[in-house]
């Protein structure tokens, strides 16, 4: 298998400074390393996940048992690191028009409270119901209490319930923490339970949380594995020349020292927006914080803000080239696409657009992508690409390995703590305090 690519000669930043962050974060690489033989026993425990084989045949097994039902249709409901990582994956790999080609297994995502929204997801899966369609509910929540997806569930729950009153159960999948309160409903219910290792943080938990739904929606597990091990062993590594996770950390670090301090990962792919939203969160919670590891208040951050090529060159392209210097972006460009179109030779056209008659699309979007990348070298704009050879489920999994471990280095250059959430926290508590007034 080759390995995605990153090319950061046009990042505007000497490799002398390159090379001084990258040394400041030897400690922490060597804490990596260390905490690899320590399976979930210390704050880098996620990075272990991949290589949790008794958890990955466990819901490889429950994929197994529950494919035997035979559904239509499966509703994931969570929200967060419990929906993102799925959303990105399954639509990066699957196309965000999957269901309208009437696949075997149909997926709708409950993640927040909109009552529209909702409604028509539930319409859609009445109507599987009333065909005598089977419908697997998969409720995600590692802490078992967030409020969006236990009201989402109870809906579900109860439309499933009017269909199978007696054996409701046997369509219920729930991924949570061990003893969190929806554990133990489960466990009362007689629900398929999977277990979200405690010390994994919702964020870094898609290879958790994600295998169920992903498996059953026909995904490669062992691929999405692979790719994320494959990750995990290049972004433990000291040398620079292997561990791009640690390099562009210190690459984003160095911008932020010179105020840049918004990161746009600039994906050229439709179907990879949602890839771009996990990513989102993931540099969000983990950078955003009120406080630096010593505890002094500094409201520290880098922002994350996702752009889809082209259709976002025609959004905010301008802004981007002629606004103010205070990004720095990351492309994804992916050398083969799942599907090649060559445009009909119609001289008609050829005063229209001029030169792309009986071409290849993906010559034509190259084109456009070098094009952007030299307006960018024109303008004297900083950016690095990630170059995926393809999309499949081996290189997007390392792909997000390789984000999660890269966001590690960045909060440790940056001093502040990557495993914690507590504004997300805070505004959780107001609201169930709201709710009990
Ligand atoms: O990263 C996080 O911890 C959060 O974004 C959570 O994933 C999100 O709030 C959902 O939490 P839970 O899985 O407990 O429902």
Request: proline share 4%.
């Amino acid at each position: 298998m080759q390995k995605i690519e990153l090319d950061y000669s046009t990042a505007l930043i000497s490799q002398q400074e390159i090379e001084t962050y990258y040394t400041q974060l030897k400690p922490e690489i060597q804490c990596m390393q260390e905490a690899l033989s320590q399976k979930y026993r210390t704050k880098y425990a996620s990075l272990n996940m991949p290589f949790d084989h008794q958890l990955m045949q466990e819901v490889e097994s429950i994929v197994a048992k529950k494919k035997l039902l035979n559904p239509s249709t499966l509703v994931v409901i969570g929200i967060g690191g419990s929906s993102l990582g799925i959303i990105a994956i399954q639509e990066f790999l699957q196309g965000t028009l999957y269901n309208a080609f009437n696949p075997p297994l149909k997926v709708y995502y409950a993640e927040t409270i909109d009552p529209d929204y909702l409604a028509n997801v539930l319409r859609l899966v009445k109507q599987e119901l009333e065909q005598s369609n089977r419908v697997i509910l998969n409720v995600i929540t590692k802490s078992g209490t967030t409020t969006e997806t236990i009201a989402n569930f109870e809906l579900f729950l109860d439309l499933i319930k009017q269909y199978h009153p007696h054996d409701y159960h046997e369509y219920i999948v729930a991924t949570t923490d061990r003893n969190s309160a929806l554990w133990k409903l489960s466990c009362d219910q007689n629900f398929t339970l999977i277990e979200v290792p405690k010390a994994v943080g919702g964020r870094y938990s898609i290879f958790a949380v994600g295998i169920f739904p992903l498996g059953m929606l026909g995904i490669s597990i062992e691929q999405l594995v692979h790719g994320a091990q494959s990750a995990v062993r290049d972004s433990t590594c000291l040398e620079i020349a292997i561990n791009h996770a640690a390099l562009e950390a210190a690459i984003i670090y160095a911008h932020y020292l010179k105020k840049i301090a918004i990161n746009d990962l600039f994906l050229f792919g439709v179907d990879a927006e949602s890839l771009g939203k996990w990513y989102r969160q993931l540099m969000g919670e983990t950078i955003g914080k009120e406080h630096d590891l010593l505890g002094n208040q500094v409201f520290r951050g880098i922002t994350p803000t996702v752009s889809i090529g082209t259709t976002d060159l025609h959004s905010v392209g301008q802004l981007y080239l002629g606004g103010p210097y205070d990004k720095f972006w990351t492309f994804v460009f992916f050398t083969k696409n799942k599907h090649e179109l060559t445009l009909p030779d119609m001289p008609i056209f050829e005063h229209c657009v001029s030169h792309i008659q009986g071409k290849p699309l993906s010559d034509i979007l190259k084109a456009v992508y070098d094009g952007v990348t030299k307006a960018y070298a024109v303008h004297q704009r900083p950016y690095c690409t990630i170059v995926m050879p393809e999309k499949n489920a081996y290189y997007v999994a390392q792909f997000m390995q390789y984000q999660m471990i890269k966001m590690i280095y960045l909060s440790s250059l940056l001093s502040v703590d990557p495993f914690d959430q507590p504004q997300v926290e805070l505004y959780k508590q107001e609201t169930r305090k709201i709710l009990s007034q």
